[in-house]
């Protein structure tokens, strides 16, 4: 089905009828809204994915470090000395971070031209991982793992906020899935990176954890300073007292006409609000009992995911037992079943937007079968299947989260509803990566004799809930009727 002949491009839904006036469209012109937004898509979603895919890469780049030449003694871990605590720690602050500075960066957001924040994110992170190759301390790489939390936070909720000032929200979960495939990428990719990096090993007196970190965070620089022209100003008649901010603004070319950036802005006046909020709009999304569901739904598919990104070489190491470089390359293919969910099942929570509750808790289940394959079959092989199972379910659940979270407060509260939401959810949220990688797995010691089974069970437990929280989502659109919309 294409999004041409998706009802909801031809007018808003039955239930939002009640509460707003209906656009109407003639045919001539749902045909040039269909190359508007493909139009859009060309400019905006290639940018958002190379974003998202340098930001994601730094998780599993850490991750593939700490196992990197261990056979010669040069992986992170054995060349700063780290303890279990050290990596749980440090890997526990890096989401603090996030939880800590979620909110306030998007907030800020608003107030700034988007894609210049942005921008400001993939820099500023790039700078912080090119520093991980002068560690030498295991004080070093807790501190760093802080800053590197600080840096990205307001990545993922600022580009949810950012894809909701161009799309609708019958269109944003296929667009989300679109970029988010880069973090699946980015994982299988550093996975491939780390193990040519390994050969790199002692090359000028330096560990192939230090090129790998370098070259990355460089690159990651210079392509983020890119962003700042790429990403497009959604006001293009915004204007800046600053001389050096009004020059890049002359290079960032406005990607629709004006006579298209008419058409688009009346199918987005069905469902955008002027960015004007007091305080007191923030307070009401913070005690908003509808963002509770979602914060939990967020926390257990987010916990195991960074759980795996995180440790899920050290699992593979623990039950295939095969040299570091065949770990970086087995961890590829877990991410790339995570693609392939993404690309196969987002568009469906489009399409039957008003399942997408359930789409999510199937995706959950998927999660969970995987856990018990990879914890409890016999041949290690087959549990190894278990992780790409396991990644298979990942997939669409982060995205179908956010448009959940997009869509119901950007309906009650308008553009500072989804930017102060998808801030929440993400922030909160992260607090199950915070469990997944400081009281699980490697701080967890006695689990590793049993080979992490209790850190598998605990992430079961928690996709329970993220399941039950999706229940009570659902329950809570039908039971409670907003009274407000877009407008």
């Avoid at 700063?80 to 720690?89: C, E, I, V």
């Avoid at 996030?98 to 909110?103: G, M, Q, S």
């Avoid at 030498?136 to 600080?150: E, T, V």
């Avoid at 390359?329 to 469906?348: G, K, M, Q, S, V």
Wanted: hydrophobic content about 45%.
């Amino acid at each position: 089905m294409s999004e041409l002949e998706d009802k909801h491009s031809l007018q808003v839904t039955n239930e939002e009828q009640s509460q707003t006036d209906v656009v109407e469209f003639t045919e001539e012109e749902l045909a040039r809204l269909e190359k508007i937004y493909i139009k859009l898509d060309l400019r905006i979603i290639p940018a958002l994915w190379c974003l998202y895919f340098l930001t994601s890469f730094g998780s599993s780049a850490y991750g593939n470090a700490l196992t990197m030449n261990s056979e010669a003694g040069h992986s992170l871990r054995q060349t700063l000395n780290l303890t279990a605590k050290h990596t749980s720690t440090a890997s526990a602050l890096y989401y603090v971070g996030y939880i800590i500075f979620d909110v306030p960066m998007n907030i800020i957001m608003t107030k700034l031209a988007p894609q210049a924040w942005l921008s400001r994110i993939v820099m500023s992170v790039g700078l912080v991982y090119a520093c991980y190759a002068a560690l030498d301390s295991a004080g070093g790489i807790i501190a760093i793992r802080l800053i590197s939390g600080i840096c990205g936070a307001g990545t993922w909720p600022g580009m949810s906020y950012y894809i909701s000032l161009w799309y609708p929200p019958q269109r944003m979960t296929r667009r989300v899935g679109y970029y988010f495939t880069a973090a699946q990428l980015s994982a299988a990719c550093a996975g491939l990176v780390a193990a040519g990096f390994q050969r790199m090993d002692m090359t000028h007196g330096k560990e192939g954890w230090r090129w790998f970190f370098l070259v990355y965070g460089v690159i990651t620089v210079f392509v983020g300073a890119l962003l700042l022209f790429w990403l497009p100003d959604n006001q293009r008649d915004r204007e800046s007292n600053f001389k050096i901010f009004r020059k890049v603004k002359a290079l960032n070319v406005y990607p629709l006409n004006d006579e298209d950036r008419l058409l688009h802005e009346k199918d987005m006046s069905q469902y955008r609000t002027k960015l004007t909020w007091t305080a007191r709009d923030i307070w009401n999304i913070l005690v908003d009992i509808k963002v509770w569901p979602l914060i939990i739904m967020y926390f257990g598919v987010v916990g195991t995911g960074y759980g795996l990104a995180v440790f899920g070489t050290t699992l593979i190491r623990t039950v295939l037992g095969v040299s570091s470089i065949d770990v970086s390359l087995l961890y590829a293919p877990i991410w790339l079943f995570d693609l392939a969910a993404i690309l196969l099942i987002t568009p469906l929570s489009d399409i039957f937007k008003k399942f997408r509750p359930l789409i999510f808790s199937c995706s959950t289940v998927i999660i969970i079968v995987g856990l018990v394959v990879c914890t409890y079959a016999g041949p290690k092989w087959s549990r190894y299947g278990g992780l790409l199972i396991t990644g298979f379910g990942l997939g669409p659940t982060v995205p179908t989260c956010m448009s959940i979270t997009a869509d119901i407060f950007g309906r009650k509260h308008g553009d500072i509803g989804v930017a102060v939401s998808s801030a929440l959810v993400s922030g909160l949220g992260n607090l199950g990566s915070v469990m997944a990688t400081y009281a699980l797995f490697t701080g967890w010691p006695a689990d590793a004799a049993r080979q992490y089974e209790y850190s598998n069970m605990i992430l079961v437990l928690i996709c329970g809930l993220s399941i039950i929280a999706a229940f009570f989502c659902w329950l809570l659109e039908r039971v409670i009727k907003e009274k407000h919309t877009y407008y």
